[in-house]
């Protein structure tokens, strides 16, 4: 088996799809390539390119352009976000949160007011909260690693991986990530 190493650093832009499938006798056939390539595999790459170099992606070439008023708005859009993301609540609540803002007095302007703008904001959230932690274990001495593996309804073995570091004194467990490992194999009844 072979696994696209982009697509494999961000899986939940991959969407499971690391995975060469028409790998036999360590060749690779073109056709899988041009096939795996039309997926979301361009996603991956720009999400590694914008991991190398932050400064050169599209986003923070705008975000240099914006004006105070549009960066304030955006700010208190991604708290919005932040906070459905924090409580649970389905993407659907967004547009309403924003109304609500807007009746009390805070126009955050009709744009980014749909369920869509939320799920792109907290996938944001969640990469910039990863690169923070990266930062974070490139500066501690050690840390561990954590995983606990479980398989669903669908026969799907995943991985939850926790890290623990020491952070003022005190250990911190932050949860990484669920990696997809497998489908399991149906068990065999005699």
Same mark, same amino acid.
Request: net charge positive; proline share 5%; charged share 25%.
């Given at each position: 088996?072979?696994?696209?190493k982009?697509?494999?650093?961000?899986?939940?832009?991959?969407?499971?799809?690391?995975?060469?499938?028409?790998?036999?006798?360590?060749?690779i056939r073109i056709?899988?390539?041009?096939e795996?390539?039309?997926?979301?595999?361009?996603?991956c790459e720009?999400?590694?390119?914008?991991k190398?170099n932050?400064?050169g992606?599209?986003?923070?070439c705008?975000?240099?352009?914006?004006s105070?008023?549009?960066?304030e708005?955006m700010?208190?859009?991604?708290?919005?976000?932040y906070?459905?993301?924090?409580e649970?609540?389905?993407f659907t @609540?967004?547009?309403?949160? %924003?109304d609500?803002?807007h $009746?009390?007095?805070?126009?955050?302007?009709? +744009? *980014?007011k749909n /369920?869509?703008?939320c799920?792109?904001?907290?996938?944001?959230?969640?990469q910039?909260?990863?690169?923070?932690l990266?930062?974070?274990?490139k500066?501690?001495?050690?840390?561990?690693? @954590?995983?606990d593996s479980? %398989?669903?309804r669908?026969q $799907?073995?995943?991985?939850?991986v926790?890290? +623990? *570091?020491?952070? /003022?004194?005190?250990?911190?467990?932050p949860?990484?990530?669920?990696v997809f490992?497998?489908?399991?194999?149906?068990?065999r009844?005699?």
């Amino acid at each position: 088996m072979m696994f696209c190493k982009s697509c494999r650093a961000f899986p939940s832009l991959a969407k499971g799809n690391n995975l060469f499938v028409g790998v036999s006798g360590g060749k690779i056939r073109i056709k899988t390539l041009q096939e795996h390539s039309k997926t979301s595999h361009s996603d991956c790459e720009g999400a590694q390119a914008a991991k190398v170099n932050p400064s050169g992606t599209p986003i923070a070439c705008v975000l240099q352009k914006m004006s105070e008023n549009v960066r304030e708005k955006m700010t208190k859009l991604f708290n919005i976000a932040y906070f459905v993301a924090k409580e649970e609540a389905p993407f659907t @609540m967004f547009p309403s949160l %924003v109304d609500l803002h807007h $009746k009390n007095g805070l126009d955050l302007g009709d +744009t *980014y007011k749909n /369920d869509n703008a939320c799920r792109t904001f907290v996938q944001a959230i969640g990469q910039s909260m990863k690169d923070d932690l990266v930062e974070k274990l490139k500066n501690t001495h050690f840390f561990s690693v @954590m995983s606990d593996s479980s %398989v669903d309804r669908s026969q $799907k073995d995943q991985e939850m991986v926790y890290l +623990t *570091y020491v952070e /003022d004194g005190k250990p911190v467990n932050p949860f990484v990530d669920i990696v997809f490992i497998g489908a399991c194999p149906q068990p065999r009844h005699p």
